[in-house]
């Protein structure tokens, strides 16, 4: 796997398709993408400028060597390096980046290109979705979560002090580069939280993907043709559920599993990244998601240790009590699952499970049930 | 015209469906229908919560008419009052109105209402694309101008110091509610600024609509049905536009017809109200346009004449020399228009024609020529 020509490369690439018919496009997965990001680009898209949009964390790793690849095939690319974090996706950092990308001249052909994690591609998507009311967009995802998850589906958006990702639009990427190598330089705990999201999709509707997983976890955290190929499978799933649900107004719900109960703990933690990130809000949030299932008597709690016994082998979270410091009592987790979700006369739509790979969306769950289910496992 | 009950207000109203699909809608026009939008808005729309968003002058005028009319079905309204004038069509203002619908909890199925001329409409039909990345949206346009064309079309969209609506989506209304009756209360200046766009449809391919102006045009501005006539015409030539062309990849530019002349003149006038509106720009352009054509020998000068004595006889500016004030010289315009179209190897796309009601998209006008043109109708 530590190809060093581009045949090699190629031999270990993976390509998924997204048939989104005039708005389809390519997820190209493997190591070396970014040096080689000009070629790919060039051969997809008309125009000749570009506007990259980084962070502080990425830009010293990559961004000379994603201008470089640009410059090669001549386009012109024109840089802007925003501080990491969440904070950064804010109304005041959109107009910063429209500015970047208006004075870059982009036009329709022209692309914003994010080059970060799922922050920035939220942040420069949204960007490429309201200049000139669209232009093209390509994602160069570096880390896990973001490959695997936010930059396949055209989501984008900004938070407001009214909640994350209220305001944003639906702008699908015209190009996904999502190069392997540069996940060798995350953190365990940062490869670990985008793990989460991999896991969901065997969770979700692929029970013989989660038994791949647990069999084979151990290659895919060490890198190589397993980790290619977890990768893939999981744009592959996320891809299918976007064609078949473009604009969430069903399905598409289902990639929410474990999300409820994961947006209520990040809430709860103040979204402290030194407490919890995302993707262990989401590993938590899948075990008591099947817990849930099986207090309700949907399905078997032998599926919930199963699903807790291989979150946990991979070092993630799985209980609330694995967060370190205290938590509000559970009736302000219930009142931040009733912010996250619409309540419509006492009952939840909620992801719920009949076992492993059979999710999938209840729109009748009483709100009462899930309180007791919280004191339940998390008593005062 | 004066119909004082709803039946008779039905049987002069006009209704043009615009046939895009899933993003199909109606387009009322007739007397009377601010009155009556509750129950129009409620036949169409799920939600029960809406976010008005006016200006200071629309406001006392018609605000309060507009709540009482949705409260009657059981509709929820929260107000935002604005400044009027196109500076409110900036980032600042679009975070405002984000956050106004937001507070509202406004979801998916609710609806943002525009209650005013183009500005407004711009605006929060904007806030209405991004907010939750998309909710509801209805136009109750209250200008000429607003009613022929802006709240038609779903361009939406912010001015930055880079140049006029280079930020924006397109997000398509549910409902257009264009109240002629409010017409009334327009200055003769703003009335005919909007019909400058009325006859630009009879220009682009409608010859028999221009001849029906020339004949009819003091019936269009005395109101009655002409008016109505003459506007649902508009509204259906508009709406044709749209549905061959929704994001302007192509014919959609015969819209243009008269701006480029138009955006130039307004940009040397830095956009001094007092000096030029956006329709009296419109309507010298289109004399420019119509002129610029025969010199090209596409156009019988006569068509350039009888365009001129139409317009000249509403009232309307038809030359530059019309403008108060002094302008910059002809090379100062034609950086305006180069600024304002891209400029590819010497060559500007102009919309031009062969005669009233033949109009065309033109990709290879010589820059030199345009020059030259606006030097002659232009000596210093």
């Known amino acids: 796997m530590n190809a060093m020509t581009p045949d090699a490369n190629s031999a270990a690439e993976r390509l998924v398709h997204v048939p989104l018919g ?100 939220d942040l420069a998507g949204f960007a490429a979705g309201v200049v000139r009311r669209g232009v093209r967009f390509v994602q160069v995802p570096t880390s896990l979560l973001s490959q695997v998850d936010s930059s396949v589906g055209g989501k984008t958006g900004i938070n407001t002090h009214h909640g994350k990702n209220l305001v944003g639009v639906f702008h699908q990427p015209d190009l996904v580069l999502a190069d392997t190598g540069v996940l060798d330089t995350l953190s365990e705990r940062e490869f670990r939280a985008g ?43 996320k891809a299918d559920v976007v064609v078949a649900d473009e604009r969430e107004t069903g399905p598409r719900a289902l990639l929410n599993l474990g999300h409820t109960f994961g947006h209520a703990l990040e809430a709860a933690t103040a979204y402290d990244s030194s407490r919890l990130v995302h993707g262990e809000g989401v590993a938590i949030g899948m075990v008591l998601a099947h817990e849930f299932s099986a207090r309700l008597n949907l399905a078997s709690p032998d599926d919930a240790r199963r699903v807790e016994a291989h979150l946990k082998a991979v070092g993630l979270p799985t209980r609330m009590g694995d967060i370190p410091g205290a938590l509000p009592p559970a009736e302000t987790l219930m009142d931040a699952i009733a912010q996250d979700k619409k309540v419509k006369s006492g009952k939840l739509t909620f992801i719920l499970t009949r076992g492993i790979g059979q999710s999938f969306i209840a729109d009748d769950v009483p709100a009462s049930e899930v309180l007791s289910f919280l004191k339940e496992k998390h008593p005062q």
Request: charged fraction near 25%; include cysteine.
């Open 195 to 237: 793990y989460a999201e991999v896991a969901k999709y065997g969770l979700i509707d692929k029970p013989d993907f989660f038994a791949w997983l647990e069999a084979n976890w151990q290659a895919v955290f060490a890198g190589g043709a397993e980790r290619i190929e977890a990768i893939a499978t999981s744009c592959r799933a």
């Open 22 to 121: 005039e708005r389809a496009y390519d997820i190209l997965i493997g190591p070396g993408l970014i040096k080689r990001a000009g070629d790919e680009i060039a051969a997809r898209l008309k125009g000749r400028k570009a506007a990259i949009i980084t962070d502080v964390h990425v830009a010293p790793l990559y961004l000379d060597s994603l201008v470089a690849s640009l410059e090669r095939v001549g386009i012109q690319a024109a840089t802007l390096v925003l501080p990491a974090g969440e904070k950064t996706k804010s109304f005041e950092h959109l107009m910063t980046v429209c500015d970047t990308v208006l004075g870059a001249r982009i036009e329709r052909n022209d692309a914003v290109i994010a080059l970060g994690g799922g922050v920035i591609g």
